[in-house]
T-cell receptor
Framework: ETGVTQSPTHLIKTRGQQVTLRCSSQ?????VSWYQQALGQGPQFIFQ???????GRGNFPPRFSGLQFPNYSSELNVNALELDDSALYLC?????????????FGPGTRLTVL | AQSVAQPEDQVNVAEGNPLTVKCTYS??????LFWYVQYPNRGLQFLLK??????LVKGSYGFEAEFNKSQTSFHLKKPSALVSDSALYFC?????????????FGTGTRLTVIP
C-alpha cells in the first residue's frame, strides 16, 4: 500500500450540489495530481498541484477546482454537480514534479451523482 | 500529445502459464512509460516504469515489461501467472498538459487467470 489516503471512500450527491474530496500525500511528496476515472475507462487527468500552486490542468471545466495546503495535502472541489461527474476520483502524489517521477495513487473516492 | 493503446480489453490465461498484456504508444520525444494494476474497489498500484536504459524493465510481483522502440510497444509480461494476478491493468505514458507532467492512460486490459 502507498501512503496516499483519500476521504471519504464513497459519496452520494444530487445534481447541482457541491462536493469536496480530500487527499493526504505520501510523506515527503510535494506534488499531487487528481484524476477522474469513469466506469470502464482509464483515469483522466484533472489537474496537478505543486508546492501549493496549480501546475497544469486537463480538459475539465472551471467548476472543478482544487487546493494544496502547506503540508501538501490537497482538496478537489466540484461545483454544480452533473450526472456525468459520477466516477472514481483518484489522487496521486509524487516526490517532485519531474517527468520521470512515479505517481503513487490513493484508493479513490467513489462519487455518485443522482 | 502523447497516447497509449491497449488493443485487448480482456486477456485470459491459465494459472502457471506465461502472460502478456499489450501496450503500444505514440509519443514525440523520449517515451516515459508506466504500468499500473487496479484491483476491485482499489486505486492504482504502480508496477514498473521505463525511463531509459535497458529495454527489459523488472517490476513488482514478478512482472516485467519489454520496451521496443521499433514497434513502439511496451508489453507487460510475467513468466508464470497466478490467480491473484487477476485484475485490471493500465499502461500509461507521461504527457505534458499545460505545464504538468501528468499520465495519459490507456483504456485498460482485464486479466483473468484461470485456475
Amino acid at each position: 500500500e502507498t501512503g496516499v489516503t483519500q476521504s471519504p471512500t464513497h459519496l452520494i450527491k444530487t445534481r447541482g450540489q457541491q462536493v469536496t474530496l480530500r487527499c493526504s500525500s505520501q510523506s515527503g511528496h510535494n506534488t499531487v495530481s487528481w484524476y477522474q476515472q469513469a466506469l470502464g475507462q482509464g483515469p483522466q487527468f484533472i489537474f496537478q498541484y505543486y508546492r501549493e500552486e496549480e501546475n497544469g490542468r486537463g480538459n475539465f471545466p472551471p467548476r472543478f477546482s482544487g487546493l494544496q495546503f502547506p503540508n501538501y495535502s490537497s482538496e478537489l472541489n466540484v461545483n454544480a454537480l452533473e450526472l456525468d461527474d459520477s466516477a472514481l476520483y483518484l489522487c496521486a502524489s509524487s516526490l517532485d514534479v519531474g517527468s520521470t517521477d512515479t505517481q503513487y495513487f490513493g484508493p479513490g473516492t467513489r462519487l455518485t451523482v443522482l | 500529445a502523447q497516447s497509449v493503446a491497449q488493443p485487448e480489453d480482456q486477456v485470459n490465461v491459465a494459472e502457471g502459464n506465461p502472460l502478456t498484456v499489450k501496450c503500444t504508444y505514440s509519443v514525440s520525444g523520449n517515451p516515459y512509460l508506466f504500468w499500473y494494476v487496479q484491483y476491485p474497489n482499489r486505486g492504482l498500484q504502480f508496477l514498473l516504469k521505463y525511463i531509459t536504459g535497458d529495454n527489459l524493465v523488472k517490476g513488482s510481483y514478478g512482472f516485467e515489461a519489454e520496451f521496443n522502440k521499433s514497434q513502439t510497444s511496451f508489453h507487460l509480461k510475467k513468466p508464470s501467472a497466478l490467480v491473484s494476478d487477476s485484475a485490471l491493468y493500465f499502461c500509461a505514458v507521461r504527457d505534458r498538459v499545460s505545464g504538468a507532467n501528468n499520465l495519459f492512460f490507456g483504456t485498460g486490459t482485464r486479466l483473468t487467470v484461470i485456475p
